[in-house]
């Protein structure tokens, strides 16, 4: 028997003064899911994650988490959740074990369950070589660590992550996207939000891409690669006569321009590599031929046009 979805917002829209940051948004987040929000810059994924969390009420919609109405039982919602700004939010002048047993307090947590729960997130994020420094003096890879296993602190039924790895090197995202995945496993529900497609693919069993407020698609990545564009994709730079000449007398394919940049989208690219191959040779320019993925369809809906060509 399907279950209630963790989080569900029918007809969400928010609204400061004269623009509307969310409108009309649906939502269903289900238990145990990694659940992606994307979207360009001001697409409303911040504003959403707020009033999910509840400190922005929404202007009109309904919007319920663990089956209760946020505006009405914020604090009971909050107790079960935990929650991974995008910006740090840290006391700089003490240790992460001393961050964790502040936070820890704040959820009314008692030793020695306390204890217990700062020794396993500090092993967990792999924190022991600098547990007892001053948060100040940690790298931007430790303090975002620190800043998720805060999060944990209260062993939340949902994590919300704000674009957790932003700016974060290739090592420390492994280590934070292990454990989302652990969390996952363990029956967390999980809803991120991210600029790195590569990590949504990885990550989310559903995405939901937000283009000006409003939901542009939404489904398991996979499955919304190939329903909205195709298999593989060709990219290369070329003229619109150039496009033409490569195009002609082909059934029906998408395209996507960025610039002098033509991504042309097939389940079987192999007649048009080798009309690319002819271009190649008469223009002095390379082409790709690669697995469709993610971003090429987050660049088609969301800021890039895509076109279907004869």
């Known amino acids: 028997m399907p279950t209630s979805p963790i989080i569900e917002a029918v007809g ?3 609204r400061f003064e004269d623009r509307i940051a969310v409108d009309g948004l649906d939502l269903a987040v289900p238990a145990t899911e990694c659940f992606g929000l994307l979207g360009p810059n001001g697409a409303g994924k911040t504003t959403t994650l707020r009033m999910i969390y509840g400190v922005s009420k929404p202007t009109s919609g309904a919007i319920t988490v663990f089956g209760l109405d946020v505006a009405r039982h914020g604090r009971a919602v909050r ?19 001393d961050n964790l047993r502040v936070f820890g307090r704040y959820h009314l947590l008692r030793e020695p369950e306390l204890s217990r729960r700062i020794e396993q997130l500090i092993t967990d994020f792999e924190l022991g070589s600098h547990a007892r420094q001053r948060a100040e003096t940690l790298s931007g ?3 975002r660590r620190l800043a998720i296993a805060m999060s944990l602190i209260n062993r939340p039924e949902l994590l919300i992550l704000d674009e957790p790895t932003t700016g974060l090197d290739p090592a420390v995202r492994h280590v934070l996207w ?10 967390t529900t999980v809803l991120l939000t991210t600029h790195y497609m590569d990590e949504a693919e990885r990550l989310c069993d559903r995405v939901l891409i937000m283009s000006n407020g409003k939901a542009v698609c939404e489904g398991p990545p996979r499955e919304l690669v190939e329903s909205r564009l ?4 060709l990219e290369l730079d070329c003229t619109a006569a150039e496009e033409r000449a490569l195009l002609e007398g082909l059934a029906a394919v998408k395209t996507l321009r960025s610039g002098a940049r033509l991504f042309v989208f097939a389940d079987d690219v192999g007649p048009l590599a080798l009309r690319a191959k002819q271009l190649e040779g008469a223009a002095g320019r390379s082409f790709v031929v690669r697995p469709a993925n993610l971003e090429d369809v987050f660049l088609a809906s969301t800021g890039t046009s895509l076109e279907t060509g004869a």
């Open 79 to 97: 107790g079960r959740l935990g929650v991974t700004l995008q910006e740090n939010v840290l006391i700089d002048s003490l240790s992460p074990i």
């Open 141 to 143: 890879g430790f303090k």
């Open 12 to 14: 969400l829209v928010k």
């Open 178 to 187: 292990n454990e989302v995945r652990a969390l996952k496993a363990r029956g």
């Open 230 to 233: 195709a298999r593989e994709v």
